[in-house]
């Protein structure tokens, strides 16, 4: 079963895949510049420091003791004789600055630390010292704060050095001890001369761990900074056909390498008796723009209502109240994709996708917390009994193939949507086709724009226009659904099946003073055709409303619908999210 599907699925996503591999770069090796030559260096095992300087054509070492060397007040002596001081290393009353400086290399041999700076050879107009973004200390302790980003190197002479937050090169310090503390980064290497060196095990160091006295710790960091990469992934889910599931598994990412990207999770639905399982793999082909490919295999409960309510929500209001609000299917099979990030706030992916459909009956009589004696709906329930028992034969004896694109552009503040003026908006597009292996023709689009207008510190406007649309023959899981949550909230939830529609919301909201409260009225308006135009001949539907909000996520709305005066009692709603 498994083989077939990534044999499809290959076959369908080449074309896609070949203009994309073909622009992928390829990452070098770092190279020095000739503009950059060496500076001095400081070479240490258990006994002794020797430092090296390099002048033109001539080298110049010094070796010392380690006991000998000591540090007072930013300085290093060995034996009374200054080393180094707050401006540079001291060789022959000759200075070499810390302000000159641009890189630094770390490497050991045969149980010997080396460190060697490098400097930048000046042009014939270069009369000013170099700045390269370093954090250079002499005499005092050095702290990187949390929220602090150091472009350079740190180094620290004669003091001790703590890194909260995150450093871009090496860390370095001379007769001092280093700190690497909890969720801190080093992108470079680790030293310190005649110190030690301690490394939170959740801190995360990227290159290695220069410790003479402890030469295990390197093995131990690079342990523990994988350890950080991995994910472990679970989750509980509860509705009217798989029941009770829990999925267990792990992802391993890491952000700042181009290793990829894989997950697996298995997870097992215990009212419909059926394993769950997912497994996929994605690959950085650009940094920027950031590219990526990848695919996934997977068996899982599908369904088309994401847009309508989560699936955490959806968990939460069946567990406690026998509702659930989605409708499902089995999809088993997988898909490939391209994923491209132009800028922060734009996303687009391209893709395959190959499923195999099966049918699933609702389990009415699972438990809920508060539901009483009431029982959860049929599956699809909303759909008129003939066109539904079609469209459970057909679920159970089709496979449905799509070539598939969306994209987002999103500059709302992720945490408070309302707390600033923003723009959402989406793009949704599939392609059905027999040449895709797929036993259904039809194109399905889907378009949607929200704005979140501040109009004051205490007020705001949110409006959202959405539009759907279809060619061809529309299974009955890929048809759309309006009323109720998430659409016209006057309305029975999905009372309207169609091929296209278009809908609009607009929502007035007053926050309170002093408190997490807020108050808003809206009005839901949207039209709604099955195989059918949308023009004069369709019905209108729109209902008024209010709502309020507590903390962050918590609302409850109050909807009529304005289109008849006859069973149109209000329709009463509770979400724990704050979208429509």
């Not at 622009?23 to 430092?51: C, M, N, P, Q, W």
């Not at 090496?170 to 801190?184: H, M, T």
């Not at 496979?399 to 994209?407: D, F």
Request: aromatic share 14%; proline share 2%.
């Amino acid at each position: 079963m498994l083989t077939k599907y990534v044999l499809r699925a290959i076959i369908g996503i080449v074309c896609l895949f070949a203009g994309v591999t073909a622009s992928a770069v390829e990452y070098k090796e770092y190279k020095r510049t000739r503009l950059e030559k060496e500076y001095f260096e400081i070479s240490y095992d258990r006994t002794e420091v020797r430092i090296t300087t390099f002048e033109d054509d001539d080298t110049y070492t010094s070796v010392y003791p380690r006991s000998s060397l000591e540090a007072d007040e930013g300085k290093i002596y060995s034996d009374g004789r200054l080393l180094f001081d707050e401006k540079g290393l001291v060789v022959d009353e000759q200075y070499f600055y810390y302000d000159d400086i641009v890189d630094s290399r770390i490497m050991s041999e045969e149980k010997v630390v080396t460190i060697t700076f490098y400097t930048r050879k000046p042009s014939p107009s270069q009369t000013t010292k170099f700045k390269r973004g370093n954090l250079v200390v002499a005499g005092e302790p050095l702290t990187v704060k949390e929220d602090d980003f150091v472009r350079g190197m740190v180094l620290a002479v004669g003091s001790d050095v703590d890194v909260l937050g995150e450093v871009n090169r090496d860390v370095i310090s001379i007769l001092g001890d280093v700190y690497i503390g909890p969720d801190a980064v080093a992108r470079g290497d680790v030293a310190a001369v005649d110190g030690r060196i301690d490394v939170a095990s959740d801190a995360s160091v990227y290159g290695e761990v220069y410790d003479v006295d402890r030469r295990n710790i390197r093995l131990r960091l690079r342990f523990s900074r994988g350890l950080r990469d991995w994910d472990f992934l679970n989750n509980l889910t509860y509705d009217r056909v798989d029941g009770l599931g829990l999925n267990l598994g792990v992802q391993y990412q890491d952000h700042d390498s181009l290793l990829p990207t894989f997950m697996v999770q298995m997870g097992y639905a215990f009212n419909s008796e059926r394993w769950r399982y997912e497994t996929g793999l994605e690959q950085t082909i650009l940094r920027d723009p950031a590219v990526a490919a990848g695919g996934r295999i997977y068996r899982r409960l599908a369904t088309d209502d994401d847009w309508l309510i989560g699936e955490d929500e959806n968990t939460a209001f069946a567990l406690l109240a026998t509702e659930d609000f989605r409708d499902y299917y089995q999809a088993e099979g997988g898909n490939l994709y391209v994923k491209v990030r132009p800028r922060h706030d734009i996303d687009i992916e391209s893709g395959y996708r190959l499923e195999e459909t099966r049918w699933l009956d609702a389990r009415r009589h699972l438990w809920s917390l508060f539901g009483g004696s009431k029982l959860f709906p049929e599956n699809f329930n909303t759909v008129n009994d003939a066109f539904r028992a079609a469209s459970i034969a057909e679920i159970d004896t089709t496979n449905i193939g799509v070539l598939y694109a969306s994209a987002s552009w999103d500059t709302r503040d992720k945490a408070d949507p309302f707390d600033r003026s923003a723009w959402y908006a989406t793009v949704d597009l599939e392609w059905s086709h027999d040449s895709f292996s797929s036993d259904f023709d039809y194109r399905r689009y889907v378009i949607g724009v929200r704005r979140y207008q501040k109009i004051n510190r205490r007020a705001a406007l949110i409006t959202r226009g959405v539009y759907g649309g279809s060619d061809g023959y529309l299974p009955m899981y890929k048809r759309f659904f309006l009323g109720g949550l998430g659409t016209l909230r006057g309305y029975d939830h999905k009372e309207f099946m169609g091929t296209r529609f278009w809908l609009a919301n607009t929502e007035y909201r007053i926050n309170f003073p002093r408190i997490e409260a807020a108050i808003s009225i809206f009005w839901d308006v949207g039209q709604i055709a099955n195989e059918h135009k949308l023009d004069g001949s369709i019905d209108i539907k729109n209902n008024l409303g209010l709502a309020l909000y507590l903390e962050d996520d918590f609302k409850v709305s109050l909807a009529k619908r304005l289109d008849r005066s006859f069973d149109d009692n209000p329709i009463f709603y509770v979400r724990l999210d704050h979208i429509f």
